[in-house]
């Protein structure tokens, strides 16, 4: 039997902190794409695991005042879009920590950020796609990656379905053109 979102937050709301097995459902139902979005996000596979379940957690606790006026999937993905940043944030900014100590004591080890998954957009693309502005790439991963409507996204990022839809393509041509400028111009033969 097909159940709807719908009808497991309401369970939910009725069974929750005790009883989680409306939970555990949308959890099964929503884990490998909200999986794949924090790992494509943030680049590093335990990183996406930590904001994965940091992201069902705070659904877990805010579900009892979800309060529908967007559907499941899109408040969900809202959490999504936010751990992810505030983690991607947390990061980069470690990171530019420890660049600055390392250039004012040369004697520290170097200090790099999180090796790409080998599951991950590789090559041209995902280079591509880490060159953008973390607006850019949170739309094309919220509609590539995790596969959300523009109704959705626009539900999630809090924007306007026509100002949502732009941004799309400006982001979309950017991705074009940084995939333009990182290959090499083949040489003519004369």
């Not at 995790?146 to 400006?170: C, G, P």
Request: a negative charge; proline letters at 4%.
């Amino acid at each position: 039997m097909d159940v709807t979102d719908e009808q497991l937050v309401a369970r939910c709301k009725d069974e929750l902190p005790y009883a989680t097995g409306a939970f555990e459902l949308l959890l099964r139902r929503y884990e490998p794409v909200v999986f794949r979005t924090c790992r494509r996000y943030l680049n590093h596979h335990q990183e996406a695991e930590e904001a994965c379940q940091d992201a069902f957690l705070r659904a877990f606790h805010g579900l009892p005042k979800f309060a529908g006026r967007a559907n499941f999937r899109t408040w969900l993905f809202r959490i999504v879009t936010n751990v992810c940043a505030t983690r991607y944030a947390a990061l980069a900014k470690a990171r530019d920590r420890a660049a600055a100590i390392q250039q004012h004591a040369h004697s520290l080890p170097t200090v790099e950020a999180p090796a790409r998954d080998s599951d991950q957009l590789e090559g041209p693309i995902g280079d591509a796609l880490d060159t953008l502005a973390e607006t850019d790439r949170q739309i094309l991963l919220l509609r590539h990656v995790a596969d959300l409507t523009l109704e959705e996204i626009s539900e999630a990022i809090e924007m306007k379905l026509s100002a949502t839809k732009m941004r799309l393509y400006r982001a979309e041509d950017r991705l074009r053109e940084a995939f333009q400028q990182l290959q090499p111009i083949p040489e003519k033969k004369s």
